[in-house]
């Protein structure tokens, strides 16, 4: 079973500048999060799908942060315009919805996104 | 709002000796489940272990086991007979059940080095 698909592993921009990075989430999962992990930190959620529609964006920079997850499948996070603050690992997971609720299986993580703004 | 403390920012153990990682979290739900996340340097969260609050039993996975105190909200994470490929950042994690509120929720985690 292939895993949750990220990339890019890095990217290097300046402040100022926009960035996306790209999830595609195991087959069939109907959940998929984005979490930031902050250096020093773990991970904190910053936007929950089920599907295509968002369930919890509480802590999503809404000022410059997007996210979209068209057709239930891939997702897509923008970052514009990035600060300095936003240098983190950004973190794609998803989840089967039934057995998850069930507590059968848990959400499985890709190996992130490293974003440095300089 | 749940929180989960892990205060021990790094620790060390010699190889094939035992190491326990601390965790401690607040919450007024009953039901929860708890987690021990390993991210290597690689970057992936991998599930070491998890405890369903409702049981009495301590969770074990071949050298890794955890002691579950509900009453004092602690959620330690025994590894035994330290490996080298043990090395990596510990995350203690909650999550209330399923549906919109079944996000993760991460400690700042504990950085292991094992010794050979």
Redesign the interface.
């Known amino acids: 079973e292939a895993g949750v698909a990220q990339s890019p592993r890095y990217k290097i921009i300046e402040k100022r500048q926009s960035v996306a990075f790209w999830c595609n989430p195991i087959s069939g999962h109907a ?1 998929l ?1 984005w ?1 930031q992990q902050i250096l ?6 910053l936007i ?1 799908f ?1 599907n295509n529609g968002v ?2 964006d509480s802590q999503l920079p809404k000022d410059r942060f997007s996210a979209e997850r068209l057709k239930g499948v891939d997702s897509t996070l923008k970052i514009q315009p990035a600060k300095l603050e936003d240098s983190a ?1 950004y ?1 794609c ?1 998803s ?1 089967d ?1 039934r057995t ?4 059968i299986t ?2 499985f ?4 996104t ?1 974003l440095t703004v300089v | 709002a749940q929180t ?1 403390t892990q205060s021990q920012p790094e620790m060390s153990v010699q190889e094939a000796e035992t190491v326990t990682l601390s965790c401690t979290y607040d919450t007024s739900e009953s039901d929860y ?1 708890l ?1 021990w996340y390993k991210q290597p340097p ?6 070491v272990i ?1 405890q ?1 609050a409702y049981k009495q039993q301590n969770a074990t996975e071949n050298r890794f086991s955890v002691n579950f105190q509900k009453a004092a909200k602690s959620f330690s994470l025994k590894i035994s007979d330290s490996q080298l490929g043990d090395a990596a950042m510990y ?1 203690c ?1 909650y999550r209330s ?4 509120q ?3 929720i ?4 504990t950085k292991l080095s094992v010794k050979p």
């Open positions: 959940t999060y979490y020093g930190q773990g991970p904190k959620l929950q089920q369930v919890d690992v973190l997971a989840s919805r998850y609720e069930l507590g848990e959400a993580f890709g190996q992130g490293r | 989960v489940y987690f690689s970057r992936q969260m991998i599930l998890r369903e995350f994690a059940p399923g549906g919109s079944g996000n993760l991460f400690g700042k985690g």
